[in-house]
């Protein structure tokens, strides 16, 4: 029998292959440059494998200025900066481009330059450290000059710092009809400080309905009032996301549920998406979807939702404000908003189960076409816990639901089952020590 050797294969399947060895970097950690070096390798392997390696290698380039290797080896810049200097064919090659710039010993800041106006196809850029000075502010100016198809621009101060001016994003932004952003579809900031309301009021107040683009905010510091005038901006806006309304590096302060409702009002008949974390008000008065008649996907943060109280005929109310009439994914967040503590295994208990049925229950019953439910919940092993393994509860769910053609799933467990085993035994035998103490 003759060998089938890869080679045979066509091009279709031999980057299929390639792509799931050597898988586009989303977020850069020294872990991951193993991931890089295997697509490295594979370049190496032939001039077929070559071409089919080269576009994932540099597909998403990441620069951070000051050369500190926090996301990635110090020398990398430098040595993309170089290769990209003396092949030129390699600039039609990148499809996204994150920069963090400082405010002080931007050593590679002269790779950022060029990778601005050489990467001129990019469709994704993102730019971190607008809060550091002017040298930032006139990087972004390049980039707007040089790269007119963007489809995805994030903007945002340095990592845990948030001093985005939003006047001055609006301004460099410009115009959406005659400008450099003619595609742009999304638009995320991060940092958004809390200085200039009434000055941003004004601007966005004249722009209103001008904007095409999708709204991600995190950590968006300014006032409601601030916040309803940038989600006018948009003529038509299908995806809204807030996370945080507060800085995320430590404390929970959350924005009312009724001023996002009331803000996002405007776009019910358009809003695809939305997400909502930080809003930090146990239970969902108010908050009422059923005229969001376009609306497929709903993710909330557990400190939205009030499951923390035992389910109770009154909160049915709450549940039926949930389902739009084309609700077809939940998702629920139980992750911990306050950045300085991690959620335990009780973080899905009983509580969270039952409150998830009551809400399945309530769409059954009013015909809501929902689909899928998505749970993301990445435990701590280190918390005392006696109860049933957090996972074997949402498979228990999942199976009930399977006859409605509902689907339950959850991101892969931070807890194995021999590491549950052991915190379980541990908390028995503490439990056990203390029972013994007091009966004495």
Request: proline share 4%; glycine share 6%; hydrophobic share 40%.
């Amino acid at each position: 029998m003759d060998k089938a050797f890869i080679l045979r294969l066509p091009d279709e399947l031999l980057d299929k292959i390639i792509c799931a060895a050597a898988p586009i970097i989303r977020h850069w950690s020294r872990k991951q440059c193993q991931v890089y070096d295997t697509a490295l390798c594979l370049s190496l392997v032939c001039r077929r494998f070559h071409r089919i390696a080269m576009p994932y290698l540099y597909a998403e380039i990441m620069v951070e200025c000051s050369g500190g290797g926090w996301r990635h080896p110090e020398q990398v810049p430098r040595h993309l900066h170089r290769s990209c200097r003396e092949n030129p064919s390699l600039w039609t090659l990148c499809r996204s481009l994150e920069v963090y710039y400082q405010d002080c010993k931007n050593k590679y800041i002269y790779a950022a330059t060029d990778f601005v106006t050489w990467f001129t196809v990019v469709r994704s850029f993102t730019l971190y450290g607008l809060g550091k000075g002017e040298r930032a502010w006139a990087l972004l100016h390049l980039a707007l000059e040089h790269m007119s198809s963007y489809t995805r621009l994030v903007l945002g101060d340095y990592p845990c710092s948030y001093g985005l001016d939003l006047s001055k994003v609006i301004d460099v932004l410009g115009n959406f009809v005659t400008g450099p952003l003619q595609n742009l579809q999304t638009l995320g900031l991060k940092g958004v400080s809390t200085h200039g309301d009434s000055l941003c009021q004004t601007k966005l107040k004249e722009r209103a309905g001008t904007a095409p683009f999708r709204l991600k905010l995190r950590c968006f510091l300014l006032t409601p009032e601030i916040l309803e005038a940038l989600v006018r901006w948009p003529k038509c806006l299908e995806v809204f996301e807030l996370k945080f309304s507060f800085g995320n590096d430590y404390a929970t302060m959350g924005l009312h549920t009724e001023w996002t409702l009331q803000i996002l009002a405007i776009h019910r008949s358009t809003l695809r998406s939305i997400k909502l974390y930080a809003v930090n008000v146990a239970g969902l008065a108010g908050f009422d979807l059923r005229e969001f008649e376009s609306l497929e996907e709903l993710s909330l943060s557990s400190a939205c939702t009030g499951h923390q109280y035992p389910v109770q005929g009154y909160m049915i109310g709450s549940f039926i404000n949930l389902l739009a009439p084309r609700l077809h994914v939940f998702h629920w967040d139980l992750i911990l908003e306050n950045q300085q503590h991690c959620e335990g295994m009780d973080g899905f208990d009983q509580k969270e189960e039952d409150w998830l049925r009551a809400l399945v229950r309530e769409a059954l019953a009013r015909g809501c076409p929902l689909q899928r439910i998505e749970i993301k919940f990445t435990p701590s092993s280190s918390y005392s816990f006696n109860g049933i393994y957090p996972w074997d509860r949402m498979d228990a769910l999942g199976a009930d639901l399977r006859p409605y053609r509902i689907k339950v799933c959850y991101n892969t467990p931070s807890t194995n089952r021999e590491e549950f085993s052991k915190t379980v035994g541990n908390t028995k035998r503490r439990e056990a020590y203390w029972n013994s103490i007091n009966n004495e």
